[in-house]
């Protein structure tokens, strides 16, 4: 039974039809453990809380970041160098006394994550790179665990619930591999609105809900795909694949694969500064060729003039559009990676001259000198 406190804490959902006290039991008596507290964790954990689920784990080894601040709503100003974890346990217990919370400053790896995910009921997925992701999903199966995956790109979301022991699909289903690493541009290169996050982590915790109370349709074989731009959604159906290595009729991942903690860098190259290419720029076009593999919206909005417009996953077909030799090839992204990853396509390609990395790609040089001109 729910104690006074408790009645009028959670009112509103006392009152609702096919939740009431019921549907708070259960809420109480459950668990979700968010790997993440950052831009989808952020408002799934706040909602989560207030909802009164009875205990959360936050796993996160970061400390608040500046950027952070744009779309992680958990943090403050003040909260700039902070562990994560621990400024998500003062603001989540400032939030609802009632409930516990967990934290782990950690990072989910092979080791860690059975002892951790064993002990909830529910994996919430607030991850932002493919290594993490895909052991949230390869651990929640071998657990029996329903993973809420929240995934966000730019202006784009996307929402679902992977449980094959509940008759859907798992990850894998869809995606049985990780991308190659730099061929997917971070939050941090693509950008992301700040407010997509907030959208898409509170359909996350939803979801959440849904489970632990058993009440509604979780999107068990549906995914959800929001556009914020357009403000559209979209809903595709998802099915089980029998040969999925994970999930499928005859599994062949028996084991959690030994994942690194983030996507392998692309192999290191040499590099040039701002300030070198400054004054090359100096010098006249003539003395470089400079590669910008950049998609072509991030282009529209800044770009050098000089430059060759190719992105990254056009250019094992189009490297031809590039000049012969001898002149030095300096190759830049928003912040150095893809820009890496593109070196090193092009020298396996056979590609011959000097090719350069630019350190820290456009943001460096918007940091130094401004818009180029």
Not at 31 to 43: A, F, K, Y
Not at 97 to 119: H, K, N, Q, S
Not at 209 to 226: D, E, Q, T, W, Y
């Amino acid at each position: 039974m729910l104690n006074a406190e408790e009645t009028r804490r959670y009112a509103r959902h006392l009152s609702l039809p096919g939740f009431g006290g019921a549907g708070q039991e259960r809420l109480r008596a459950g668990s979700v453990l968010c790997i993440g507290s950052g831009g989808l964790g952020s408002p799934a954990l706040m909602y989560l809380a207030a909802a009164g689920v009875g205990r959360l784990g936050v796993v996160d080894a970061d400390e608040v970041d500046e950027s952070n601040l744009q779309r992680q709503v958990l943090f403050g100003t003040g909260d700039i160098g902070r562990p994560k974890v621990e400024v998500a346990a003062e603001r989540l217990r400032a939030l609802n006394p009632l409930i516990r919370i967990e934290p782990y400053r950690v990072r989910l790896t092979r080791d860690t994550a059975e002892a951790l995910v064993g002990g909830y009921d529910i994996l919430l997925d607030g991850t932002d790179n493919f290594p993490t992701r895909y052991l949230c999903n390869d651990v929640a199966v071998r657990l029996r665990k329903p993973n809420v995956h929240g995934a966000i790109h730019r202006f784009e979301g996307q929402v679902s619930v992977f449980a094959p022991h509940l008759g859907g699909p798992c990850y894998r289903c869809l995606f049985p591999e990780p991308p190659p690493p730099g061929t997917v541009p971070s939050c941090a290169e693509g950008g992301v609105l700040g407010v997509l996050p907030g959208l898409v982590g509170t359909l996350q915790a939803t979801e959440a809900i849904k489970l632990l109370a058993g009440l509604g349709s979780p999107l068990v074989g549906r995914l959800l795909h929001v556009d914020a731009w357009t403000m559209r959604h979209r809903e595709i159906r998802l099915r089980r694949d029998p040969a999925c290595a994970l999930c499928g009729d005859t599994p062949t991942l028996t084991e959690l694969p030994d994942y690194p903690l983030t996507c392998a860098p692309a192999p290191v190259v040499p590099e040039i500064s701002v300030a070198e290419l400054a004054v090359r720029r100096a010098r006249g076009i003539g003395d470089y060729t400079l590669l910008d593999v950049r998609e072509p919206d991030e282009v529209a909005a800044v770009r050098f003039p000089e430059s060759i417009a190719i992105p990254l996953g056009e250019l094992a077909g189009r490297r031809h559009e590039l000049p012969a030799a001898p002149r030095p090839l300096i190759v830049h992204c928003k912040a150095g990676g893809r820009s890496a990853r593109a070196i090193a396509l092009l020298a396996e390609s056979g590609v011959p001259g000097k090719m350069f990395n630019l350190t820290g790609g456009l943001d460096a040089w918007l940091a130094a000198h401004g818009p180029p001109a």
